[in-house]
Each structure stands twice: as C-alpha cells, then as structure tokens.
C-alpha cells in the first residue's frame, strides 16, 4: 500500500510541467535594514538548482494554492506554504530564499513584493515616464491603480523599490478635487497627517502655483521624499494590484 501512495506521489509530482513553475519564479533578499525586501533577486527566469525546482514541486502538489516555498540552503530543507501561511518575514540571504510560486498575473507584469510580515501586493514598475493622468490610465488598464504611500511600510517598500529602479516617481496621490486635502487614489481616503509629514519635504506641499495638485520625487535631492508638482509633469510610476 505505502509503495503504492509513493508511486502515486512520484507521478504527481512529475506531472507539474517544468516550465509552469520557471515562469512563476520570484526571489527576494532582504535590505540592510533587515526587514524589508530590497530587490529582486531573480525574474522570471530558469533555476538552476534541481532543489529549489524539486522544493516548487513539491509546494504546487501540496497546495492547490502553492503561494511560496522556502528552501534553505545550507539545511537543504524545503518548506512550502499555502497562500499568506507564512507568517513571518522573509528570511535572510544566508537563511535561505524565499520564492513567492504564485503570479500576479497572466502576463508576469507584475511582482510580488512582501510589504509587511504576512502580506504581500502585486507591483509595476514602470520603465518609462509619463504624465499623471496617463500613469493612471496606464495602471487601470492593467487591472490595478497608481501605488499609494498610505502607511509607513508601504512607503518603505516605494524606498526598497526606487532603490532597485531609480528615478523621479509619481503616486497616487492628488489635491486636485479639493486644494489642500491630498487623497489616494486607491481608494478616495485622505492622506493622514503621519504620511503627510513622513512623505513630503518640509514646507511641501506648498501649492506653489495653482496647478500643483500631483506628488512626484526629484532624484537631484538626496532624500526620496515628495514635492507637490504640476501633474503633466513626466515621472516614472508604480502600479499596484492585489494578487489574484
Ligand atoms: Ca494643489
């Protein structure tokens, strides 16, 4: 009996196609500060190590909804986890790599990046710059919205991003339908006075002309923080969508 539950096993795991996992790869470190991603390892290309391929194999028969597998080196220990079981953050480099095994979507635009202990956000980033207006057309198109900075560890990963891609980027954030009251566009809520104070420079926003009504960086400061521009200003954008 046991040989036959082995046997039945091994055709399971030899049934995942190969190339089904490789594209869904997704590997992250950690920053200096410890706690938060910094950058992707690797995208979307082939692994190498028949291990970490065996590890995906075995996360995608375990769980219908493989979401990540942790597979550690130095142990040779292979952990796979259904959606958001991990707990924890992620490892460090020298701890293993954690590979997040779900997509974002179809067509691998987007990534998954861990924001906080247990959850996660797909995001684009985009390669070229474009006016607010069209950034928002652009990440609804995709199914999601512009990035939004609405609490401190989603401002932290807008860092670790601009860190890996930089550049002068734009947010999801506007006054334009009431100057002065700065809102996501996310989801229409106000931006609260903690993020207010966090993401701006001193004295910014300061609706300089009347026509400042979007929030961009400027890269020839040293500081990623934000100003408020005119919104046909040309930046690079992040869009962000929950996984499917
Ligand atoms: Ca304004």
Same mark, same amino acid.
Request: charged share 15%.
């Given at each position: 009996?046991?040989? @036959? *539950?082995?046997?039945?096993?091994?055709?399971?795991?030899?049934?995942?196609? +190969?190339?089904?996992?490789?594209?869904?790869?997704? !590997?992250?470190?950690?920053?200096?500060?410890?706690?938060? @991603?910094?950058? *992707?390892?690797?995208?979307?290309?082939?692994?190498?190590?028949?291990? @970490?391929?065996? #590890?995906?194999?075995?996360?995608? /028969?375990?769980?219908?909804?493989?979401?990540?597998?942790?597979?550690?080196?130095?142990? &040779?220990?292979?952990?796979?986890?259904?959606?958001?079981?991990?707990?924890?953050?992620?490892?460090?480099? /020298?701890?293993?790599?954690?590979?997040?095994?779900?997509?974002?979507?179809?067509?691998?635009?987007?990534?998954?990046?861990? *924001?906080?202990?247990?959850?996660?956000?797909?995001?684009? %980033?985009?390669?070229?710059?474009?006016?607010?207006?069209?950034? &928002?057309? *652009? #990440?609804?198109? &995709?199914?999601?919205?512009?990035?939004?900075?609405?609490?401190?560890?989603?401002?932290?990963?807008?860092?670790?991003? @601009?860190?890996?891609?930089?550049?002068?980027?734009?947010?999801?954030?506007?006054? %334009?339908?009431? $100057?002065?009251?700065?809102?996501?566009? !996310?989801?229409?809520?106000?931006?609260?006075? $903690?993020?207010? $104070? +966090?993401?701006?420079?001193?004295?910014?926003?300061?609706?300089?002309?009347?026509?400042?009504?979007?929030?961009?960086?400027? &890269?020839?400061? +040293?500081?990623?923080?934000?100003?408020?521009?005119?919104?046909?200003?040309?930046?690079?954008?992040?869009?962000?969508?929950?996984?499917?």
């Amino acid at each position: 009996m046991l040989c @036959v *539950i082995l046997s039945a096993l091994v055709i399971l795991l030899n049934a995942v196609p +190969t190339s089904q996992i490789q594209v869904r790869n997704r !590997a992250f470190t950690r920053s200096q500060s410890g706690t938060q @991603v910094l950058a *992707i390892v690797r995208q979307g290309g082939t692994w190498t190590s028949s291990s @970490v391929v065996s #590890c995906a194999m075995t996360c995608l /028969a375990t769980f219908e909804d493989c979401y990540s597998f942790l597979y550690q080196n130095a142990t &040779k220990t292979c952990t796979p986890g259904s959606a958001f079981s991990f707990s924890e953050q992620p490892p460090s480099p /020298a701890e293993g790599i954690l590979y997040l095994a779900k997509a974002c979507d179809q067509s691998q635009e987007f990534v998954n990046l861990w *924001i906080s202990a247990g959850t996660t956000i797909c995001v684009y %980033v985009s390669e070229t710059t474009a006016r607010y207006h069209d950034a &928002k057309n *652009i #990440c609804q198109d &995709k199914g999601g919205h512009l990035y939004g900075a609405q609490t401190l560890p989603k401002y932290q990963l807008f860092l670790d991003i @601009v860190a890996v891609h930089p550049g002068d980027y734009m947010l999801g954030l506007t006054d %334009v339908a009431q $100057e002065g009251t700065w809102t996501w566009d !996310a989801d229409g809520t106000e931006m609260s006075s $903690e993020m207010r $104070e +966090t993401i701006f420079f001193a004295n910014e926003p300061n609706g300089a002309t009347s026509h400042e009504d979007c929030a961009f960086t400027k &890269k020839q400061y +040293t500081k990623t923080l934000f100003f408020d521009v005119a919104c046909n200003t040309h930046a690079k954008f992040i869009c962000e969508k929950h996984h499917m």
